[in-house]
């Protein structure tokens, strides 16, 4: 036990159960002596059963004697009713002779009687008959409230005793028993039935009082007349015969029959239950009955009408007799096993750590895996609760996707869908789709693909991913779904049928039509130099990409007013036949407002009209229906200055119109017109560059040939004229020689112009490619040509670092001469200072340099700053400054042909600043 | 129009002058008059039959072959050019230095006339003194200075 939680446990454990170990002993020894007291009145209740059995079983034997004594006693009277019906008469002494035996043998019966049914009419020979056989006081008679006998008041009928045997044994004769009125009962239950019946039990007259005594009756009919039914019974009664019973004599007779020890340790009490006032009246009982018994037999049984009850109990010899004290031994030793039971229990409980040790050890197992289960349940709910939480999630996904989500079994009947797909089959619930398909739904063609696909796909197993369908609905109308179907399976990955989601792309499909066509038109544009060569291609692509067969593109007839359109193309899809439609289309022409290109015309807005055939305006209908052209639409071919044409499609089929179908055409119209206008304006463009660039080439070879050829002659006269002046030296005077020099002056200015005119016009001719210039390297060379006008003019020229350009070296360098030269050439009375710098261009961030060519020479007014960029524009006579007013201009066509500007600042006499910019 | 100038075979060099300027021709002509050396001055004024008298055909069968040829760029019937071309690419001539005699100082026609081997370009000057100062240049590097190959 090295984990102290065990431990701990262990012993918290061992001193609970400590606790508890003396009323576990008190327990066991309470459950012992219970179950000792438990076992001794079960054995005490079974002894109790077995001793009142055999108390019955004993009591059984007197009781059957009595029975059989009495039922002998009966026997006499029917034998009595027999012999009276079968003899003819009977008379006292044969009645007496009759009953005789029995009367002897049977000591229970007191006395049997003959009662005769006296009438009133025969009162008086009843009475005289009796008189006349020896009982000369016989009338009959009946008990006064004194209990005195008196003569029987007269009345309908009277049941006297007439005859009584053994004679003298107290019965009164001639009493009417009539007035009994127990015994009346019992024999008006005689008369009717053949049982003997009993009357009113009655007291012997005196002596004893536990003898009890009652007449029992049978009925006596007239003899050898029938007597079997109730009313033959009532009318032949002749009278009944009685027998009266003296109990105690009856049972005791009874008795002595038995052996001594069948009713030996037996006392025994007969009880009649039918007595007056619902009590039992004691008939008789033996010596020696107890006054109370835990055990009493009761034997009951029926004589004579009467509930008679045979009660038996044991006599104190016979319970000493018959054992019955098991219980306490039970008892006893029970008490005993549960003492030795607590002594063993009480050094067991004192000698048990080890097994206290163990039940910990099972108690803190069993704690843990009761933690453990308990844990378990945790998790079991924690993933209930997460499995609700799961189908919520699940529920408000199908209730709120805008998709459609299905579920159905093998046959393609729906098991689940949910709501918005409901919504789409306009149900108000989406267990209305339950067990039905999509034949319910959709149209036949598209429900029977349905239905292929998804046998298809339980067949297979394959998913069917993503494909794009059209779904047709019972109006006609068309949606495009995207869909996804697989087989759906049960736990054990049997397949029991289908699911699938369908995402509504209609809205994308349209887009993706619109956008193939702007994109075929936009491509046949660009393609075409023309819309002449644009147009049939627009006509079959468009009308490929949408299904249309037919197609055509109507333009305005040029110049003529009002405007009238022509059918220019005609387009029919492969396998269209509508050749009588397109020679009805070609050999037409409609003004605005005739026909659909007409109406598009006048309108400037496309139209769509949903069957040709049955439009009011529209003079080809005739030839449409004939060729089976029936939906149509048309859209204007705009351009900023107005409609140019109008361009139309026919369908197969009556369409319904479709708007944004309309405005994308609209726009289509437009960017074919634009094309249309910016093909015009290219065209015109390319014309006005051609003959620009044809005069520039004349231009220039003309500048070329005109300051080529033009210095010949001009060398000519120069040459011949100084030639001239050196022949004939002597023989020209001084003017000649001034003409000379004039003529030869002209012709070098001459030739200077020419020269400067050629630079300029040869800048921007030449079209020799730009590369990086060094314009240090550049100004080295400018320096060199002009070496001697520097050292001439005693030029003082600084150069700060310049940087490396892109240009044409040739041109850059001719830019620098020009300048600098000029800057030589207009110094003032001192040498030219002279600076040529550069920096980035700030207004450009480096991509320009900025130059400047600076001097402190005469300076330029302000006015002329515009001017003297402008060829042949002088400010100085040629006397001050030589000069042919070209340089400048060339340095300014320069600059502007490698993209830069050229500016100056100046004042003056105080100097000239010359800046441009070139790119880096 | 042929004009021999020098009729002296033996000792003299063979200039041909390629001109249709008169004017120039003759003021070539005058500044070679004084010359160190003794010289034949051919003119010729078009191409067409220039290139017939380098070749030695039909009324210039017996043409000698000039050391040296003065050419000028503009001329009648066959351009300049291709008479330099033509020089240049036929075997037998085109060792013959050529100088390019021209008004033009244009500077496409420099690298042109370069481009198509002529041997040097020069650009004729308005000033006559300068002009005679030129051909006596020529003269003064190509006739005495110059080691040309013999025939």
């Known amino acids: 036990m090295a984990d102290p939680f065990q431990s701990g446990a262990a012993r918290g454990g061992s001193s609970g159960w400590r606790g508890g170990r003396w009323p576990a002993l008190l327990l066991a020894a309470g459950a012992g002596v219970l179950i000792s007291v438990a076992l001794f009145l079960v054995v005490r209740t079974v002894e109790h059963r077995r001793f009142r059995l055999e108390l019955e079983r004993r009591a059984a034997v007197p009781a059957t004697a009595v029975q059989r004594e009495l039922t002998d006693c009966l026997h006499v009277l029917h034998s009595i009713s027999a012999f009276f019906y079968s003899s003819r008469t009977v008379d006292r002494a044969e009645f007496a002779g009759f009953t005789r035996d029995a009367l002897a043998r049977l000591g229970g019966i007191l006395t049997a009687e003959w009662i005769p049914r006296v009438l009133e009419p025969g009162r008086g020979p009843h009475e005289a008959a009796a008189r006349a056989e020896g009982f000369p006081l016989y009338q009959i008679v009946e008990r006064d409230e004194r209990g005195q006998l008196t003569r029987a008041g007269r009345r309908g009928g009277y049941l006297p005793i007439y005859y009584s045997e053994p004679a003298g044994r107290g019965a009164e004769l001639g009493l009417d028993l009539a007035l009994n009125r127990g015994d009346l009962e019992a024999m008006a239950w005689a008369r009717d039935d053949p049982r003997p019946f009993a009357g009113t039990p009655f007291p012997r007259l005196a002596g004893t009082n536990l003898t009890y005594r009652c007449r029992v009756f049978v009925g006596v009919f007239t003899n050898l007349v029938a007597h079997t039914t109730m009313a033959e019974r009532r009318q032949n009664l002749a009278g009944f015969a009685a027998v009266a019973l003296d109990v105690t004599p009856l049972v005791s007779g009874a008795l002595r029959q038995l052996k001594e020890a069948e009713v030996r340790g037996l006392a025994w009490q007969v009880t009649d239950q039918a007595a007056r006032g619902g009590g039992s009246l004691r008939v008789d009982q033996s010596a020696g009955w107890p006054g109370s018994a835990e055990v009493e037999a009761r034997i009951p049984f029926v004589i004579a009408g009467r509930q008679w009850v045979f009660h038996c109990r044991p006599t104190a010899a016979y319970l000493s007799s018959s054992g019955g004290s098991g219980g306490w031994w039970v008892l006893a030793g029970g008490l005993m096993v549960t003492a030795l039971l607590v002594s063993y229990l009480s050094s067991e409980l004192g000698r048990t750590a080890r097994v206290e040790r163990l039940v910990v050890e099972r108690t803190t197992a069993l704690a843990l895996s009761n933690e453990e289960l308990r844990g378990q349940i945790r998790r079991r709910e924690e993933m209930e609760t997460a499995l609700e939480k799961e189908q919520d999630l699940i529920a408000a996904l199908l209730d709120t996707i805008p998709d459609h989500i299905y579920f159905k079994d093998l046959q393609s009947r729906f098991l689940r869908i949910n709501r918005a797909m409901a919504w789409s089959f306009k149900l108000c619930s989406a267990e209305e789709a339950v067990g039905r398909t999509d034949a319910d739904f959709f149209s036949a063609e598209h429900a029977q693909r349905a239905l292929a696909d998804e046998q298809e796909i339980i067949r297979t ?444 600042e100046s004042k003056p006499g105080a100097g000239t600043a010359f800046y441009f910019t070139l790119p880096a | 129009m042929r004009l021999p100038v020098f009729m002296d075979y033996t000792k003299a060099i063979e200039i041909l002058l390629i001109e249709d300027n008169a004017g120039d021709a003759r003021l070539a002509k005058e500044a070679l008059r004084d010359a160190k050396v003794k010289n034949n001055l051919t003119w010729i004024p078009d191409g067409i039959d220039a290139l017939a008298y380098l070749r030695r055909e039909g009324k210039h069968e017996r043409a000698p072959r000039p050391d040296l040829i003065l050419l000028d760029l503009n001329l009648p019937r066959k351009d300049g050019r291709e008479v330099l071309s033509e020089i240049k690419g036929d075997d037998k001539l085109k060792c013959i230095p050529v100088v390019i005699l021209t008004t033009s100082q244009a500077e496409e026609d420099v690298l042109k006339a370069y481009h198509l081997n002529a041997n040097c370009y020069i650009s004729k000057p308005v000033d006559l003194d300068q002009f005679i100062r030129v051909v006596k240049t020529i003269e003064d590097f190509w006739l005495t200075i110059v080691k040309l190959p013999s025939e």
């Open chain 1, 461 to 904: 197993g394959r998913p069917m991913v993503a494909r794009e369908e059209k779904e047709t609905w019972p109006d006609g109308s068309t949606t495009w779904v995207s869909s996804t179907k697989q087989c759906l399976r049960d736990k054990h990955g049997q397949v029991v049928g289908t699911f699938g989601i369908s995402r509504d792309i209609t809205l994308r499909k349209q887009v993706e039509r619109q956008l193939a066509v702007q994109y075929l038109v936009a491509r046949v544009l660009s393609e075409c130099d023309s819309f002449a060569l644009a147009a049939p291609q627009i006509l079959e692509e468009v009308g490929e990409c949408l299904g249309w067969g037919v197609g055509a593109v109507w333009l305005l007839e040029p110049g003529l007013e009002p405007s009238v359109l022509r059918c220019a193309q005609f387009w029919q899809a492969p396998g269209v036949k509508a050749l009588k439609f397109e020679a009805a289309s070609r050999a037409l022409t409609l003004q605005a407002g005739q026909g659909l290109p007409g109406r598009v015309l006048s309108s400037g807005e496309p139209l769509w009209i949903r069957d040709v055939v049955v439009d009011q305006n529209f003079p080809r209908a005739t030839v449409a229906l004939e060729e089976g052209l029936h939906g149509s639409f048309g859209f204007p071919i705009l351009s900023v200055n107005g409609a140019l044409g109008v361009i139309e499609f026919f369908s197969a089929r009556v369409e319904q119109p479709d708007e944004e179908w309309l405005r994308m055409f609209a726009a289509i119209g437009s960017q074919i017109g634009q094309f249309i206008e910016r093909k015009r304006m290219e065209q015109a463009l390319a014309e006005k560059a051609r003959e620009l660039e044809r005069s520039n080439q004349e231009l220039e070879q003309f500048a070329y040939v005109a300051s080529h050829d033009l210095q010949e002659p001009l060398r000519m006269v120069s040459s011949y004229t100084q030639l001239l002046a050196r022949r004939y030296s002597d023989k020209l005077d001084r003017d000649g020689h001034e003409f000379v020099q004039f003529a030869v002056e002209g012709a070098a200015r001459m030739q200077a112009l020419i020269n400067d005119l050629l630079a300029y016009s040869r800048v921007g001719s030449k079209d020799k490619p730009f590369g990086p210039v060094d314009t240090a390297e550049v100004l080295r060379r400018v320096l060199k040509n002009l070496e001697i006008a520097v050292q001439e003019s005693d030029a003082r020229i600084t150069v700060d670092p310049l940087p490396t350009v892109t240009g044409d070296a040739t041109q850059l360098t001719q830019l620098f001469q020009n300048l600098v030269g000029n800057a030589i050439k207009f110094r003032g009375s001192q040498s030219p200072v002279i600076r040529i710098s550069a920096a980035g261009d700030p207004k450009e961030g480096g991509a320009r340099w900025q130059f400047v060519v600076r001097d402190q020479g005469i300076g330029i007014e302000s006015q002329h700053f515009e001017r003297i960029f402008v060829i042949f524009q002088r400010l100085h006579s040629r006397e001050e400054y030589p000069g042919t007013g070209i340089g400048l201009a060339v340095c300014k066509k320069i600059v502007e042909r490698h993209g830069g500007q050229i500016w100056v």
